[in-house]
């Protein structure tokens, strides 16, 4: 069973920040939590992962929560490009980097 | 360019008939693994391979089976015993041991008739 739980759905403009919030209350200290999203018909695209730190890439922003039970993916600016599903997911690292993929979140851009 | 190839991207099979999905790798990864999605639902692993010659089942491996003979290549077989097959199967990737991403294939859509 997937540790992580998220909306279903959610809608954003276009061009406006997307917040997709991630519940992880089983996390323990050692488990990362990764960001993939999914366009249909293909496969997963890594989109970032964290530990405890928030993090930037070019993709996106992670913010973690302090006592590490919740993030958020953060768009600073959607894009048409970037509808699709986000799959929030608590990695262990000692685990061989396994990972269980829940629902996820589909994410709808509007222009 | 390093990366993942599935083959191939559709395949269609009568019930009864064993086949098998290719997945290569050129990323040098240690590890590899092999998923299903059904339609409108999540990523399920079926195996993991961790290293050449040493595999592990996932949480839905019957009906299912792998080779590691080779570092770049983790091909999955789905047997007769597969009850419901139709489905589009993920291959990934990743180095070992890792906190990063594992890097996914184009996928295969398999349907068997």
């Known amino acids: 069973d997937a540790k992580t739980t998220q909306p279903n759905s959610m809608e954003s403009n276009e061009e406006e920040p997307v917040h997709l919030p991630c519940n992880h209350s089983?996390?323990?200290?050692?488990?990362?939590i990764h960001w993939y999203r999914q366009l249909p018909s293909q496969g997963p695209e890594y989109v970032i992962h964290g530990l405890t730190s928030n993090v930037n890439n070019r993709m996106a922003s992670l913010a973690i929560a302090e006592d590490r039970k919740s993030s958020t993916l953060i768009l600073h600016r959607a894009t048409l490009r970037d509808a699709a599903v986000y799959y929030c997911i608590q990695g262990s690292y000692n685990a061989g980097n396994m990972l269980t993929f829940g629902g996820g979140t589909r994410l709808m851009v509007k222009p | 360019d390093g990366g993942i190839t599935q083959s191939p991207k559709y395949l269609f099979r009568k019930e009864g008939q064993n086949v098998t999905l290719s997945c290569e790798q050129n990323?040098?990864?240690?590890?590899m693994y092999w998923y299903r999605q059904d339609p409108g639902q999540g990523l399920r692993l079926i195996y993991y391979s961790q290293i050449v010659n040493d595999f592990q089942k996932g949480d839905i491996a019957e009906g299912y089976s792998v080779s590691r003979e080779k570092k770049e290549s983790f091909p999955l077989t789905v047997t007769s015993a597969q009850k419901n097959p139709t489905a589009f199967y993920l291959c990934?990737?990743?180095?070992?041991?890792?906190?990063?991403?594992?890097?996914f294939g184009p996928g295969t859509r398999l349907t068997v008739l």
């Open positions: 990934a990737s990743s180095s070992q041991p890792s906190s990063g991403g594992q890097y």
């Open positions: 089983t996390i323990s200290g050692t488990d990362y």
């Open positions: 990323l040098n990864h240690d590890a």
